[in-house]
């Protein structure tokens, strides 16, 4: 085995652990805090959008553990890439937010 097998082994492992993860979120129960402790409301998450970017990188993940002996690793990278964008697109709020409101510990006074 040669190092760049064993990288992009591991890097599909890794991309198909966070998938599942993102696609296990999307499917289990939202639970909500008791109290909102912030003064601005949350961004509410697409939890279709969530789907999908744990979607696109299993498409990713799929690409990488094809290497180059697979034939339709092209088809799979593209079909990532599209639901990652859409998986974006559906969250865009949240993540707008979570790079713009940074919170008061961030602040400069």
Do not use: K, Y
Not at 81 to 94: S, T
């Amino acid at each position: 085995m040669t190092i760049d097998r064993v990288l992009t082994f591991a890097l599909g492992l890794l991309a198909t652990i966070a998938a599942a993860l993102l696609i296990a979120d999307a499917i289990t129960a939202p639970i909500q805090p008791s109290e909102e402790r912030r003064r601005r409301e949350r961004a509410s998450r697409s939890r279709p959008g969530e789907a999908l970017l744990g979607l696109g990188l299993t498409g990713l993940a799929v690409a990488l553990f094809g290497t180059d002996r697979w034939p339709w690793g092209i088809i799979a990278v593209l079909a990532g890439l599209v639901c990652l964008i859409v998986g974006a697109w559906l969250n865009r709020r949240l993540l707008v937010e979570s790079v713009r409101h940074r919170g008061a510990a961030r602040r400069r006074r």
